[in-house]
């Protein structure tokens, strides 16, 4: 019987890449972009994300499984257009920005596209497979359009309508969005002991970057929170059917942002909201806050934005007529 290397772990599998001797990594890499081999590829591109990527072994997965998606993309590309992946011609990558814009897709997409398939190449060049670069003077169109008004928040009433049709879990976890601003994978990572209504506080420890804050909570998520523990912390009352309601510590029974969008749909369903997804509750939370505390930079850390270019471009803008009251005794 052969034994397969062992390869449960994100190292573990980036290693059966890494630990070849020089000679035969090139070798293998030049066989599986010859072959436009997929799997060999992705596991490549994974190897090289883990040993010589920005965050190295600690890349999220969100990032891990949107380069993933966008090599495989690339990949059906070069394989209906017969590009040659080690000696790419001069004007491939351009024709690839122009096919992608033809078939729809917005720039923003097009940019996330073109860098995937740019870290596809990169981890052939560490591997010395090539040296091609293809994607270096690429131009991508810009978007004009702000965030705000390609994507806008949910209104007011909108939140309100959700929250009349919703259970204890989904109207907990629509507060951590639209009020405290948290992301989806934020939300669904909080344990019991991140989460304290006496100080009104929620502690995130793996925001974007794995940079943590904490978070004011408002009066109405204090109270949802509260009225959430009771019913799930452990040694509460149990109303389903006698087992654990929550995954040990965690907060939410479900861990997954595809079946808390399940049941986020449910709810804005009943009361005849469309769902266009969890981000434009962070962008009520920003703008509702923006009118209130008018600094971008105390939203910003608030939604934990890097950058307050971030938060002006997609989060959150002033009323036009913002300085009327301050202007009214000149």
């Known amino acids: 019987m052969t034994l397969a290397p062992y390869a449960a772990t994100v190292l573990a599998q980036a290693q059966t890449w890494a630990s070849l001797p020089d000679d035969e990594l090139r070798r293998r890499a030049v066989q599986a972009a010859g072959d436009k081999h997929v799997a060999d590829l992705l596991s490549l591109t994974r190897a090289y994300l883990t040993h010589e990527g920005v965050s190295g072994l600690l890349t999220s997965p969100r990032t891990t499984e949107a380069y993933t998606l966008g090599v495989r993309q690339f990949l059906e590309y070069a394989t209906a257009n ?27 997409g097009v940019q996330l596209k073109v860098a995937a398939a740019n870290c596809l190449y990169r981890a052939l060049r560490w591997a010395g497979a090539t040296e091609a ?60 002991d991140d989460v304290d209504e006496a100080s009104r506080r929620v502690h995130v420890r793996s925001g974007k970057g794995r940079k943590e804050r904490v978070v004011a909570m408002s009066t109405s998520l204090a109270r949802a929170s509260r009225h959430y523990r009771g019913l799930y912390a452990p040694g509460g009352p149990d109303h389903t059917d006698g087992k654990r309601t929550t995954p040990v510590g965690h907060v939410f029974r479900y861990a997954s942002p595809m ?72």
């Open 259 to 330: 079946t808390a969008r399940y049941h986020l749909e449910k709810a804005f369903q009943a009361a005849g909201v469309k769902f266009r997804g969890f981000h434009p509750g962070r962008k009520y939370a920003g703008t509702r806050l923006l009118q209130q505390v008018k600094d971008f930079g105390r939203v910003a850390a608030h939604l934990g934005h890097e950058s307050i270019d971030t938060t002006r471009r997609g989060y959150a803008k002033l009323a036009t007529d913002d300085l009327k009251d301050d202007l009214a005794g000149w």
């Open 82 to 108: 017969a590009v040659n992946l080690l000696r790419p011609g001069r004007r491939d990558a351009s024709s690839y920005v122009a096919f992608m814009l033809s078939a729809g897709r917005k720039p923003a």
């Open 133 to 192: 670069d293809p994607f270096k003077d690429v131009k991508i169109p810009k978007d004009r359009t702000p965030g705000l008004v390609k994507r806008p928040p949910y209104q007011e009433d909108e939140l309100a309508d959700v929250l009349d049709h919703a259970d204890v879990h989904v109207k907990f976890l629509l507060f951590l969005t639209a009020h405290a601003g948290l992301r989806i994978s934020e939300a669904l990572a909080l344990t019991w």
